[in-house]
């Protein structure tokens, strides 16, 4: 009865294997033009990671100035300390934030 089973089962997958054996190579060919790193990916990857950088960097420093001209300094600060791991004008958040433990 085993080897019933086992016969039938093979005899129904050796054509199903058979054709993927003979659409596999055809179908990564096709997939090579579609799927192709480009020379400068990785420019491109650091450029897009530099302006959503960047892009925190103006947004934690400006809601920093805003929240200190409110008198909000706790929340200023922790803006400025935000600003400052995005590394954004080290100088000008260093002397905010030595301003602000003074005030806060």
């Known amino acids: ?21 003979l659409l596999l190579p055809f179908s990564l060919c096709i997939a090579d ?7 400068d990916w990785d420019e491109r990857a650091r ?16 809601n920093g100035l805003d929240h200190f001209n409110q008198g909000q ?12 791991e995005y590394s954004i004008g080290i100088g000008s958040v260093y002397l905010a934030k030595m301003y602000l433990e003074g005030k806060g």
Do not use: V
């Open 47 to 62: 450029n897009q990671w530099d302006e959503i950088a960047r892009n925190h960097k103006t947004y934690y420093f400006e």
């Open 73 to 84: 300094y706790k929340q200023a600060f922790k803006d400025f300390k935000l600003a400052q």
């Open 1 to 21: 009865m085993f080897k019933d089973f086992y016969r039938t089962t093979l005899s129904f997958l050796k054509p199903l294997l058979l054709l993927l054996g």
């Open 33 to 39: 033009e579609y799927i192709s790193i480009s020379d």
